[in-house]
């Protein structure tokens, strides 16, 4: 197969990871026979300081052109005036918006092998299994937003906006996903209190009613779930929920598996290409000191392989490596809880040499 993939480095530890992920796709394409074609483009932080825009169009039109795209991180400590014209973030939700990806896929599978590297108790997290749906381009990541007033009257206000044609598209996409799993789905919201989550649970509740009646459906108000999350995480299998929540649900599931270092995600569009990364950020404490765990990109260029590509053995042969890897109890610094680490690029060689 030949595909054009799109890498986005971005900031921070971005580039260290977009890098380690490069070689394992490398590989992949050798072992299986592809040609892979990568052009880097620039995004976030650092294209507002090469020509003051965080998304250029050059990179819009580099990706639409693509098979799919895989994207490091944006933002960090530099960009971060709050009074700044742009900032790297405005980058990554235009292109999220520019490719139509609605859905983010974001597994949170417990490696075996990792158990305890998580912070919480074994009995409680073994046999962990969820697959988040995050609705991506709308709700109040894209609501309208202003300032008015000064002093101590200036106000400051984002809406939040969800339509009935949102919410169904990815209900549905989440309820086919949970037929080819554990066929039960969770919709989580703020119905007691919020107008558009009033609108998401009905929409939600009729979709499941009239098209998926035999997927197990159930609904979570968003504060109880983080609470059942860490609580009781193997009752769930597929979870679907707004911009928002999802954001915020996730990295409080990455303690499950144990470090945001090991959780990737997909965003997907009706059709066109998806763009794949890690759901961590930029981590400025540990940019260019080689310390950044690669994982959750490696798994990012995984899921790419699987939805973009439809190469699924390739896909699992870099699931497995990743968890043969962490059997013979290889650790970056984020799992090694105090223990012995290796770094970014050990950390990948350990896998390209398990790669088959
Ligand atoms: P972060 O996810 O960058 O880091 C949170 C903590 O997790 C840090 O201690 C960091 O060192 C650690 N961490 C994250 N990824 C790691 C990895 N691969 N290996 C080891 N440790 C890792 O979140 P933050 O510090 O709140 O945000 C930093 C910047 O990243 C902000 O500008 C934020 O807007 C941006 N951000 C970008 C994305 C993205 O590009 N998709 C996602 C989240 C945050
Ligand atoms: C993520 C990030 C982004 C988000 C930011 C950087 C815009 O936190 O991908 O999870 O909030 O969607
Ligand atoms: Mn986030």
């Not at 859905?103 to 046999?127: C, H, M, T, W, Y």
């Not at 007691?192 to 009613?209: D, F, G, I, K």
């Not at 679907?240 to 270092?261: C, H, K, Q, R, Y």
């Amino acid at each position: 197969m030949k595909a054009n993939l799109v890498l986005l480095p971005g900031d921070g530890i971005g580039p260290e990871i977009i890098t380690q992920a490069r070689r394992v796709l490398e590989k992949i394409a050798d072992l299986h026979g592809h040609e892979f074609s990568f052009s880097s483009h620039l995004i976030g932080g650092i294209a507002i300081d090469s020509c003051g825009n965080p998304l250029p169009d050059e990179t819009v039109a580099a990706c639409k052109a693509s098979d799919a795209v895989l994207l490091g991180a944006v933002g960090g400590p530099k960009w971060d005036d709050p009074a700044a014209k742009t900032r790297p973030e405005a980058g990554l939700l235009k292109i999220r918006k520019e490719l139509g990806l609605f859905a983010n896929l974001r597994p949170i599978k417990l490696f075996d092998q990792l158990v305890d590297a998580s912070p919480l108790k074994r009995e409680i997290i073994q046999g962990t299994d969820i697959l988040f749906f995050r609705e991506l381009t709308g709700g109040i990541y894209f609501g309208e937003s202003g300032r008015s007033g000064s002093g101590a009257e200036e106000t400051a206000f984002q809406s939040m906006a969800y339509s009935v044609y949102e919410v169904e598209r990815i209900v549905r996409m989440a309820a086919k996903a949970a037929q080819q799993r554990d066929n039960r789905l969770t919709s989580v919201d703020k119905a007691n209190v919020l107008e558009p989550s009033r609108l998401w649970r009905q929409t939600a509740a009729r979709v499941m009613a009239e098209e998926f009646p035999e997927v197990k459906y159930d609904v979570v108000l968003v504060d109880a779930m983080a609470m059942h999350l860490i609580n009781r995480p193997r009752d769930f299998d597929v979870v679907v929920t707004g911009n928002l929540f999802g954001d915020i649900l996730t990295d409080e599931a990455s303690m499950l598996p144990g470090s945001l270092g090991m959780l990737p995600s997909a965003s997907l569009g009706q059709d066109g290409p998806g763009l794949y990364e890690p759901i961590h950020g930029s981590a400025p404490d540990i940019a260019g000191k080689g310390l950044a765990n690669p994982l959750a990109t490696i798994l990012a260029a995984a899921m790419l392989l699987r939805h973009s590509l439809a190469l699924m053995a390739e896909a699992d042969a870099i699931e497995t490596a990743v968890g043969s890897v962490l059997a013979d109890g290889l650790r970056t610094n984020d799992l090694a809880r105090g223990g012995d680490a290796i770094g970014t690029t050990a950390m990948c060689d350990a896998v390209l040499a398990r790669l088959q």
